[in-house]
T-cell receptor, first 115, second 109 residues
Framework: DVKVTQSSRYLVKRTGEKVFLECVQDMDHENMFWYRQDPGLGLRLIYFSYDVKMKEKGDIPEGYSVSREKKERFSLILESASTNQTSMYLC??????????????FGPGTRLTVT | QKEVEQNSGPLSVPEGAIASLNCTYSDRGSQSFFWYRQYSGKSPELIMFIYSNGDKEDGRFTAQLNKASQYVSLLIRDSQPSDSATYLCAAGAGNMLTFGGGTRLMVKP
């Protein structure tokens, strides 16, 4: 079974803090993704990575950065947390396929509150 | 802009009935389609995927795909209260999935 883990289930941070969210997958997947999910707005892609040290911006990258130093680990960084970044953050991974898309497997999510 | 559209619901069905969830997508380049179930406060979990036109059955679940109409559906037979959740449809292309906003299903005992 694919397992995607995230470093925290719940996190409370103060405005202006630098926040690190970690994601690890154990299935040797090439692709990894960071989403945020808010009521009424659905899943929105922040960043994705298709290989070590490679990253692509998603739909809402502003205020975020990512790091992928090892294939199994993908980190999301909030450089200076703001209250509008309070959300559920979901990490996902999938196999790479030329021209298509495999299913994505999600981690349990991190509910981040910025006060 | 790639879009996947779902009725947000809630869709309410009695226990034992068939629940029918629908989804349309805009990108004709989409090659794979997925249904995820998401319980409140939890992350999405994959239920089924379908790549070819027609029906695909897995237990109580049947996924249907019509690429000409750009339409995907999920049928849940013998619906149970435990099926009450939000169901997300996703269309895949270029290693990316575009998700719909989800349909909330309520199965009443």
């Amino acid at each position: 079974d694919v397992k995607v883990t995230q470093s925290s289930r719940y996190l409370v941070k103060r405005t202006g803090e630098k926040v690190f969210l970690e994601c690890v997958q154990d299935m040797d997947h090439e692709n990894m993704f960071w989403y945020r999910q808010d009521p009424g707005l659905g899943l929105r892609l922040i960043y994705f990575s298709y290989d070590v040290k490679m990253k692509e911006k998603g739909d809402i990258p502003e205020g975020y950065s990512v790091s992928r130093e090892k294939k199994e680990r993908f980190s999301l960084i909030l450089e200076s947390a703001s209250t509008n970044q309070t959300s559920m953050y979901l990490c996902a991974s999938s196999l790479f396929v030329a021209g298509g898309a495999h299913e994505q497997y999600f981690g349990p999510g991190t509910r981040l509150t910025v006060t | 802009q790639k879009e996947v559209e779902q009725n947000s619901g809630p869709l309410s069905v009695p226990e034992g009935a068939i629940a029918s969830l629908n989804c349309t997508y805009s990108d004709r380049g989409s090659q794979s389609f997925f249904w995820y179930r998401q319980y409140s406060g939890k992350s999405p979990e994959l239920i089924m995927f379908i790549y070819s036109n027609g029906d695909k059955e897995d237990g109580r679940f049947t996924a249907q795909l019509n690429k000409a109409s750009q339409y995907v559906s999920l049928l849940i037979r013998d619906s149970q209260p435990s099926d009450s959740a939000t169901y997300l449809c996703a269309a895949g292309a270029g290693n990316m999935l575009t998700f719909g906003g989800g349909t909330r299903l309520m199965v009443k005992p």
